[in-house]
């Protein structure tokens, strides 16, 4: 029987892993570490699609870590991400518990998965300078010269492709010294959801959040003192309906350009969960459409190693 540190739940935005992560983890008396870039943020919950909600099975309430740890506008970084999931990890295993870890950020699954610890890279204000007067178009060009795109998140803004050339240029000068990061043996599933039915409830789930009053969430986190130019910054939602809000859009182009971004971002996190694979991870897949206590029977073989 394989002896498992960690379970990995991942799959793309709307294929249900929240729920299926929460099921299994009350099933198995255990707690849930979040993977999402995102949803670490306070206040910013239907623009990430926190659902909360899905963390309460049969009336309990399952204990998540690494959600609504940051204040807004903060310019969270994979490198912090490290260091606070293995606190939350430690804390999960001294209970005793087997930790889910859930979530469809690739490149912080992928940062505590693969083993080497990732170093905070300082700004560079003379290379900053060098590349301000630099369009997207040519800022994405010189960042695909250092590696494959694979999230393009990274080159949504002009700020953020700036970051991302300046991280890479210090790992270029710096390269990583070996280790120090645990070397983590997790049993990873994934949530394998078709094209169309991912697509039906990307948009089902963007009105409903709209009705639920999504970009009053964004006007209150700018009367809050957030500025649009740091919302922009999130990307995907945050971005459209900041967009929206100060007037640069129309309603409809809003929600046009936003749904077709979402099908686009969950196209990308398939790209970089396949990359994983290519990479040497092996991804159980599963399929959305099985019922809950199917794919909660399809973990615990796994975990017994057949």
């Given at each position: 029987m394989p002896n498992y540190d960690l379970?990995?739940?991942?799959g793309p935005t709307a294929s249900g892993k929240t729920p299926f992560a929460a099921a299994l983890a009350y099933e198995l008396n255990t707690e849930i570490i979040s993977a999402d870039s995102r949803?670490?943020?306070r206040g910013m919950d239907l623009g990430t699609g926190k659902d909360l909600a899905d963390y309460t099975v049969n009336g309990h309430k399952i204990p998540y870590h690494l959600i609504d740890i940051a204040a807004p506008g903060y310019k969270y970084n994979v490198f912090e991400y490290q260091q606070d999931f293995l606190v939350s990890y430690e804390t999960v295993k001294q209970k005793g518990c087997l930790p889910v870890l859930c979530g469809g950020t690739g490149m912080y699954l992928e940062s505590v998965l693969k083993g080497y610890k990732l170093m905070p890279v300082p700004e560079n204000p003379e290379?900053?300078?060098r590349l301000a007067s630099y369009s997207l178009e040519e800022l994405t060009e010189i960042l695909s010269q250092y590696k494959t795109l694979h999230n393009s998140t990274d080159v949504d803004t002009v700020k953020r492709a700036i970051r991302a050339i300046e991280i890479e240029e210090y790992y270029t000068a710096h390269p990583v010294p070996e280790r120090e990061f645990p070397k983590l043996n997790s049993l990873i599933i994934g949530v394998d959801i078709e094209r169309e039915l991912r697509r039906e409830k990307i948009t089902l789930r963007l009105k409903q959040r709209l009705d639920?009053?999504?970009?009053?969430?964004?006007?209150?986190?700018?009367r809050e003192g957030i500025s649009p130019e740091d919302l922009i910054y999130y990307g995907l939602e945050y971005k459209y309906l900041t967009l929206y809000v100060t007037g640069q859009m129309t309603y409809e182009e809003m929600f046009n350009g936003l749904e077709t971004a979402i099908h686009q971002f969950a196209k990308r996190q398939m790209t970089w969960f396949r990359g994983m694979e290519r990479r040497g991870f092996t991804i159980h897949w599963i399929s959305s459409k099985l019922p809950m206590e199917e794919k909660i029977a399809f973990v615990k073989e796994k975990l017994q190693g057949n």
């Open positions: 379970i990995t739940i991942l949803q670490i943020y290379l900053r300078t639920e009053g999504m970009v009053d969430e964004v006007r209150q986190l700018i």
